[in-house]
């Protein structure tokens, strides 16, 4: 058969393919063009398929044409050991989720949807809009913050710019995927509510960007696989109405039945068991599983022909840059910056000359060049010490011939630097012939493994070098800047004290040294906003329980912190921590004033507005950050949540702007566990506009008189074991 009859109105898509067709439809094309069993690839599979992309859907001429899929969240990662096309490092999830504005995340999304029409890409692999939960997790730069309302809306917009090219963005991982230890065995034991006001909250805000694809998890949610829970597929279709294409992650096919009766339309990136399992079962008069396979062709088949590619014009050096400046978070600012106009830097640290651009794994790229932080800085017309220069781009070289390990022969598992000590005569030479010195400190990050308490912490060559050089600086009068050119946080508290200006530029594109000089120089005046809390240790309740029940191989993890993750911990329980969530510095000051909250009862919504004035001498953007405190009537609650944010245009000095936020009663609402539907407490509640989740400038407060249910739901995936978690009476 080549093609349905023009009139087909009275017949399903799935009722003109044989079995055969329907089943190879629903499994990536892997299975023939890298696994040939009883299928051969066809010139059309040949010709079609992007090799060493992710994977390609099965062509039927005239009714299902091939679409390529291919990661990643930061830049198409196509390429393997003998074959790569090169591709725009963009910034980190985490370093757009830093922007706190939409429109950055919105510009990546639609740049990278770009590369995905010139390179032949159906399907983009991303976003990830998986919980921080742990300053450890491997993979948090893949993912945007450990809050899931700032997850949730940037990665929407993300999405929304992928897709106004005309190819799918797929959203990941569905859900509880916060580590990559044991990742395809961990059981993932959580409270519903948990699950529902965090972890699953962050999706239903992304499912608003109306996603064509979603992949769901390898792991487990109280004892059952994610993919293979039937009750998981009934939350996403019926409580979320998500109608898209869900698939497998990849390789995460256990029980190919129980995956397709789960909801998953695509088994990636397929294998010739997917094939036979599927065959033998409805040899054997499945009726269910049939009607399950043929739902799934139907969808294909639609959402095959729904991907129309548009060709754009679009600057990707300048998107990269843009996002990378925007990124950026200044955390310290001690009277050194911006760096005075031609000064002489020190330059140290092997990730000055060689940053960290993308990650490890999915959200690898391959950039034709990498803008180094010495680069950035020449270009900027400042000057670099040479014999330190040399130093270093001489170590940067030798440590790039390290042996590099590989995952599966295609993923580089790319390494720490092992850091040079800073000898005292080189900084005392320095400290007589520079003006300022400059210290960038890199950490890689990625799948397959999580980071190590030696990736938290300083090396110690690291921290000597600190204490080095801020003695013989400061002995001359002289300042000290750090830059972190890191995946995750690090520890800061033990060291942030002996310097004088901290920048935060994340893993942030092959843009990195032109966006690190910028807010250096003062080209770009720094307005980005931490999208995570930096903790002072790992030893807080919150955080203890991670990787799960053994640190090598755990089979389970209980999400102790319940609904406690991140700041929510912090702010409710009274703990310190070095710099907290969205925390962030400027080159000029901004005043809040107007602040007005109103409740509309009636279409059950909250209206915010607020005038935001920069008061300084610089021009710049300002991140307003609006919090509420919700009374406790039935449930416990963290002392504040994040409601809503946004970001104004570029202010000048005395220019001011007013911002505004509508948010529904179930953007407010708490999920009740005991009747399975979320609710609007009644009580008084303080809306706060804020700096950060510490420093609350305005505040005004509303009444709701009467509870109200804002939606009833169901109760999925359940604990099917008692354990106790965080909560206000377990620590009085």
Known sequence: MNQLPQDNSHKLPHEYLTLEQKLRLMIGEYICLMNPFKFFPSLTEIKSCVWASGSMTYPITGISPPINLCDGPSGLRIGSKLFIKNSTSFPSATCIAATFNKDMAMIEGEAIGSECVNKSIGVLLAPAINIQRHPLAGRNYECYSEDPLLAGEMGASYIIGVQKNGVAACVKHFVANNQETQREEINVEIS??????????????????????????????????????????????????????????????????????????????????????????????????????????????????????????????????????????????????????????????????????????????????????????????????KPVERIYSQHVYQQNKRSVDTYMGVFNLF??????????????????????????????????????????????????????????????????????????????????????????????????????????????????????????????????????????????????????????????FNQKCSYPFGYGLSYTQFEYSNFNVSVDLEHQLIHFTVTVTNTGTFEGKEVIQIYVSIPEDRLEHPSIELKAFGKTKLLFPNENQQLSFTRTFRDLSSFDTDSACWIIEKGVYTAFVSKDCLTHVLSKTFSITQTIIVKQSHLYAMPITQFNCLSKNSLQ
Request: overall charge negative; aromatic content about 10%.
């Open 192 to 385: 519903q509510r948990a699950l529902r006001e965090i972890y699953v909250e962050a999706f239903r805000i992304a499912l608003q960007g109306n996603p064509m694809t979603l992949m769901t998890s390898y792991n487990k949610v109280n004892g059952q696989y994610v993919g293979e829970n039937e009750e998981m597929k009934m939350l996403l279709r019926e409580d979320l109405r998500y109608n898209g294409i869900i698939m497998t992650d990849w390789y995460a096919c256990k029980d190919t039945v129980r995956m397709v009766l789960g909801g998953n339309n695509l088994i990636e990136p397929g294998k010739p068991s997917n094939y036979t399992e599927l065959f033998e079962e409805i040899k054997k008069g499945n009726d269910k599983l049939m009607k399950e396979i043929d739902e799934s062709v139907d969808r294909i088949i639609e959402f095959t022909n729904s991907i129309k590619p548009i060709k754009q014009m679009i600057d990707y050096t300048n998107v990269a840059l843009s996002v990378a400046e925007e990124g950026c978070v200044l955390l310290k600012n001690n009277q050194c910056l911006p760096i005075k106009e031609s000064s002489k830097i020190c330059l140290i640290g092997s990730a000055s000359y060689g940053p960290f651009a993308f990650g490890i794994g999915s959200g690898q790229s391959n950039p034709s060049r990498v803008i180094s932080i010495k680069e950035g800085l020449l270009a900027q017309g400042m000057f670099i010490d």
């Open 415 to 572: 390494k720490d630097y092992e850091e040079l000590l800073f000898e005292k005569r080189w900084g005392i030479r320095c400290s007589q012939e520079c003006d300022i010195a400059v210290f960038t400190i890199g950490r890689i990050c990625g799948e397959f493994y999580d980071r190590t308490l030696q990736s938290f912490f300083l090396q110690p060559n690291e921290i000597n070098t600190i204490k080095c050089v801020s003695e013989i600086f400061h002995s001359v009068n002289k300042k000290v800047i750090i830059v972190l050119n890191i995946g995750g946080v690090i520890e800061i508290e033990s060291w942030k004290d002996l310097v004088d200006g901290i920048i935060v530029c994340w893993i942030n594109g092959e843009q990195c040294g032109n966006a690190v000089a910028s807010i250096l120089s003062g080209h770009t005046n720094p307005s980005g906003r931490l999208p995570t809390t930096f903790p002072i240790t790992l030893n807080q309740p919150n955080l203890q329980s991670f990787p799960g029940d053994d640190l090598i191989k755990p089979t389970k993890v209980i999400y102790k912190e319940d609904i406690y993750v991140g700041y929510r911990y912090y702010t409710t």
